[in-house]
């Protein structure tokens, strides 16, 4: 078949697709893939008619291989997301997820079709279940770092931390690129949202609290638990009813107070307990009431000590 004889084929497809005589179009397909069996355009066509016969796992297979056989081209994309726009199967989130991802970056300058794609990513996200794949994780990776669209850039942070922190098992690498989220979310000051702000804010809280666990050099725990104490104040600033910031902070100076620093921080911490109980009352107080003895006894040593001195 010559390439003039692949050109009228296509065309032929096309006519036929017009007509809706879908299976014929696929026939017409059939016909170039024996010959060129990468001519993407018929992929495209087959892809179509397949979609539109209701056969959507033969949809899929056309749509994959034209992309496969392009990937940096539109079409198959869109027939993808076509195709999830009707209906995605449980199996087939991930990639409902990635396709969407690429129509993002294709779509970059037009704010209201970025839009309605980053709503439906968000939909599909609440749907994972905690199930993450790396394709999904790299595909959003790709949306943060090629848009030049702050608010694009912002929600899709939103997506990544969305889909992470529900993750049944985080690699290292994923923990830190949900730690990054948080701090660009938070940094950014754009979210109105205060409930979701305040997930933010004890998403990132708790997994600075992990890291400060796992740490095993001195200068590295005392520079990430200066970090959670900061996060810790900023969160108490913006939400001072809520229990997280006091309780990671009692624990810090608890820490400190059984280790290198007792007189600090026994006043930090009686202070901070204190803080604590006028947010939460008594509920936290059984299992902090070691943490004010401690602090207390250390300060009466303190003071018997000031007392033999001076004495």
Same mark, same amino acid.
Request: proline share 2%.
């Given at each position: ?6 050109? #009228? %084929?296509?065309? $032929? ?7 809706? *005589?879908? /299976? !014929? +179009? ?15 355009? #018929? %992929?495209?066509? $087959? ?7 209701? *056969?959507? /796992? !033969? +949809? ?15 079409? #198959? ?235």
């Amino acid at each position: 078949m010559t390439t003039k004889e692949v050109k #009228a %084929h296509l065309k $032929a497809a096309r006519s036929s697709i017009d007509a809706k *005589k879908y /299976e !014929e +179009a696929i026939e017409k397909c059939q016909m170039i893939f024996a010959i060129d069996a990468n001519n993407y355009q #018929a %992929h495209v066509f $087959a892809g179509l008619a397949a979609l539109q016969l209701g *056969k959507e /796992e !033969e +949809a899929k297979q056309y749509y994959r291989s034209a992309i496969s056989i392009s990937p940096t081209e539109q079409l #198959a994309w869109k027939g993808l997301a076509n195709l999830y726009n009707k209906h995605v199967d449980q199996k087939d989130l991930s990639d409902a997820i990635v396709t969407y991802c690429k129509l993002v970056m294709f779509s970059e300058g037009d704010n209201s079709r970025q839009a309605e794609l980053l709503k439906k990513i968000t939909a599909i996200v609440s749907s994972l279940a905690g199930a993450c794949d790396q394709a999904t994780i790299d595909a959003c990776k790709s949306v943060v770092e090629s848009s030049k669209t702050e608010h694009v850039v912002l929600e899709t942070w939103q997506v990544l931390v969305g889909m992470l922190k529900d993750c049944r098992t985080l690699t290292n690498d994923w923990e830190k690129l949900l730690v990054s989220g948080c701090d660009e979310i938070l940094a950014s000051g754009h979210l109105a949202n205060k409930e979701l702000l305040a997930t933010y804010h004890v998403v990132y809280i708790n997994h600075i609290e992990r890291k400060f666990m796992d740490c095993g050099e001195l200068s590295a725990i005392e520079e990430v638990k200066r970090h959670l104490l900061r996060c810790c104040d900023n969160m108490r600033t913006e939400f001072p009813s809520h229990p997280l910031p006091h309780v990671v902070t009692v624990k810090l100076l608890l820490g400190q107070c059984c280790a290198e620093y007792p007189m600090q921080a026994s006043s930090e911490l009686l202070a901070a307990v204190e803080a604590l109980r006028m947010v939460e009352g008594d509920s936290h107080l059984v299992a902090l009431v070691d943490a004010l003895n401690l602090a207390m006894q250390l300060k009466d040593l303190h003071k018997a000590k000031e007392r033999v001195i001076t004495s």
